[in-house]
């Protein structure tokens, strides 16, 4: 008599928690100093989360993470103080756990909707527009945070470390010759960067969840929450996501006058224009050309650049480890730019692997079928574009991530035969 099969257990189900533990949690993270921290900290229950579920989806091109995560940390061999050891440390932190965050996301189908992925996206953005009033009302205003006490001094004091556990809310400069002060929000970042770059990411994710919002009165909280932003971002003078922006206008709009939907061109066009009038009305523009002519901004950046390429062709294959200070400019090589950086700090082979991963995300994400999912997709554009400017440390990483893995999630695979590891879906078994 022949004994029945036995039925394998079904995977377990991942919870949606961790996710809002780090978005929607983010004010906590960062009240205690701990903000950079916060994808690292939020990794470990989803890691071991999903070791428990034994059997874990990854795609097929998730090897080419994979390679630059490891050439990355291949590239600790070019360090050459302490100093610098800590600032690789927590750069390295955040791209393992923002991986981890991805196959989380890609993962957790059964219970973290795409409704909620977009929930606590959202709830973040709402952070990031109060941290950004932080900036506008009290633009001299830092907080003394629990993790800058407890940490040993030689860490706190070192530049990068020190900006990350005492928050400033907003960047106060006054260039050499300016008549002005100039006041740009940056919190609950610590760079006026790394705010532009989050609001350019997070803004089409925005809109996603409004497309794919049932109710009228969510609709109308979001918009009035992306209204809300400009104040803010107007304050940034911020060129950077104004050009994100308005590039992610135009490709969207593109993308759905191809299809016939000539409306979102006319309103695109017609928002631009009167975009364009606030900011010219309000003084913005002309703000940008006077903080342009008294920083150098253009001139200094060029330099830069510059001597992050030929760092990189002194050392082409593992770079050198870390940023390394300027023998031009007042900022450190490799921290004006998420290209320049990873071409400098780990060679021109893990920035190969970087932006191919990121691409294939991009292209995978065009086949993502249903509400609002264009928009995700083009966060997923949109920040191959600002590879070239921002720097893509920690939480504005992670939303890259958490974006290509709602978006890739829901393209459309391949069928596998039975019992066989499918070629899209790339089953693997974790051991149990």
Not at 12 to 19: E, V
Not at 161 to 176: D, K, W
């Amino acid at each position: 008599m022949s004994r029945p099969l036995a039925v394998p257990p079904a995977p377990r189900q991942l919870p949606s928690w961790p996710l809002y533990v780090l978005f929607a949690g983010f004010p906590l993270w960062w009240v205690l100093g701990l903000g950079a921290f916060a994808v690292v900290f939020t990794a470990v229950p989803m890691l071991i989360l999903l070791v428990q579920r034994r059997v874990v989806e990854v795609p097929p091109a998730f090897w080419l993470w994979i390679g630059f995560v490891v050439w990355a940390c291949a590239a600790a061999l070019e360090l050459s103080s302490q100093s610098r050891l800590i600032g690789f440390s927590v750069r390295m932190s955040n791209y393992v756990g923002s991986g981890i965050v991805f196959l989380y996301v890609y993962n957790a189908r059964e219970r973290l909707s795409d409704r909620k992925v977009r929930q606590a996206l959202v709830l973040f953005f709402a952070f990031v527009v109060f941290g950004g009033y932080l900036g506008v009302l009290f633009p001299h205003g830092n907080l003394s945070t629990p993790a800058q006490s407890l940490l040993p001094a030689s860490i706190a004091n070192n530049e990068y470390v020190g900006a990350l556990v005492h928050p400033h809310f907003a960047e106060v400069q006054h260039p050499y010759g300016s008549p002005r002060v100039f006041y740009r929000p940056s919190a609950p970042f610590p760079y006026t960067n790394s705010w532009g770059c989050n609001v350019a990411l997070l803004v089409p994710l925005v809109i996603s969840a409004i497309v794919a919002a049932r109710r009228r009165r969510s609709r109308l909280v979001m918009a009035v929450l992306l209204a809300a932003a400009c104040v803010p971002a107007f304050a940034t003078l911020n060129r950077g996501m104004f050009l994100a922006l308005g590039f992610l206008l135009a490709y969207v709009a593109i993308r759905l006058a191809l299809r016939g939907q000539l409306a979102p061109l006319v309103a695109v066009i017609g928002a631009t224009v009167i975009g364009l009038a606030v900011a010219v009305s309000l003084g913005v523009w002309a703000l940008i050309q006077e903080r342009l002519h008294y920083s150098q901004t253009n001139v200094g950046r060029q330099a830069i650049y510059r001597e992050a390429f030929d760092g990189a062709m002194q050392s082409p294959l593992f770079g050198h480890g870390a940023p390394q200070p300027s023998q031009t400019v007042s900022v450190s090589i490799g921290t004006q730019g998420q290209v320049w950086n990873l071409m400098f700090s780990y060679g021109f082979i893990a920035l190969a692997f970087f932006l191919a991963w990121f691409a294939w995300a991009a292209i995978k994400s065009i086949q993502a079928r249903g509400e609002g999912f264009l928009w995700v997709h083009a966060t997923l554009v949109v920040s191959l574009l600002t590879f070239l400017y921002y720097g893509y440390d920690g939480i504005q990483l992670t939303v890259v991530m958490v974006a290509a893995g709602l978006a890739v999630r829901g393209a459309p695979e391949r069928p596998a035969a039975d019992g066989a590891v499918g070629a899209e879906s790339g089953l693997a078994t974790l051991p149990s």
